[in-house]
């Protein structure tokens, strides 16, 4: 199993470009996470899904899209990038029920100029 | 908002002291507390967690304590070694069936050797 995967692991966007995040697991998890991690604040979430079809917003949803269209998938979007974006972008999954543990992906780091 | 609180924000030891990490959440409905290693460049991985109907919770040379009644949770490593320089950070689950867990900013630990 490879686990969870992002894609791509590093890009640079001029302001007001969009681009696309994907992060895909193989094992099955019905929740899914969007973080992002700047220095000395942590992981802050920005959307998450319980299920294939569904996404919520989460502590710093402003800027951003998702979808999960199908359940091994999360696509983070940024319509028009600032360089208040700048980041590590983390994508994490988790399997439904008792076990709470979250698998994290490689991360992308994202430069906006 | 549900808030966690982590401390020190950097700490250095000597190899071989023990080093101590601690975190306070605000929502007193949390129930689920992981600690997660982030070495330089490399993903967040969960190395110990503990519930909420669980006072103490050890593995080998780390521990995890929980005060509920304080709202306050604990990470102490014993024996560090150089391997163990990283950042950790705690976080807390509310009560819901969303999973989301609230991360604290994130403690950078040098071991010297």
């Known amino acids: 199993n490879a686990g969870v995967t992002q894609t791509p692991k590093f890009r640079v966007l001029k302001t007001g470009q969009s681009m696309t995040l994907l992060c895909a697991q193989d094992m099955n998890h019905e929740y899914m996470y969007w973080y992002r991690q700047d220095p000395g604040m942590g992981l802050r979430l920005i959307h998450y899904s319980v299920g294939e079809g569904t996404t919520a917003k989460g502590e710093v949803p402003d800027g951003y899209n998702v979808s999960r269209l199908k359940k091994q998938n999360f696509l983070l979007g940024l319509e028009s990038a600032a360089p208040s974006q700048t980041s590590v972008y983390f994508c994490?999954?988790?399997?439904?029920?008792?076990?709470?543990?979250?698998?994290f992906g490689p991360g992308t780091r994202l430069l906006v100029l | 908002g549900e808030n966690v609180e982590q401390h020190p924000s950097t700490l250095s030891v000597q190899e071989g002291d023990s080093a101590v990490i601690k975190c306070t959440y605000s929502?007193?409905?949390?129930?689920?507390f992981p600690w997660y290693k982030q070495e330089l460049g490399k993903r967040p991985q969960l190395i110990i967690d503990?519930?909420?109907?669980?006072g103490e919770k050890k593995d080998q040379r780390i521990a995890v304590t929980l005060n509920k009644t304080a709202k306050h949770f604990s990470l102490h490593i014993t024996e560090t070694q150089p391997e163990d320089s990283a950042v950790y950070f705690c976080?807390?689950?509310?009560?819901?069936?969303?999973?989301?867990?609230?991360f604290g900013q994130g403690t950078t630990l040098q071991v010297k050797p």
């Open positions: 503990i519930r909420s109907n669980v």
């Open positions: 976080a807390a689950k509310g009560s819901s069936n969303t999973g989301k867990l609230i």
């Open positions: 929502d007193s409905a949390s129930n689920y």
């Open positions: 994490a999954s988790r399997v439904w029920g008792r076990r709470e543990t979250q698998y």
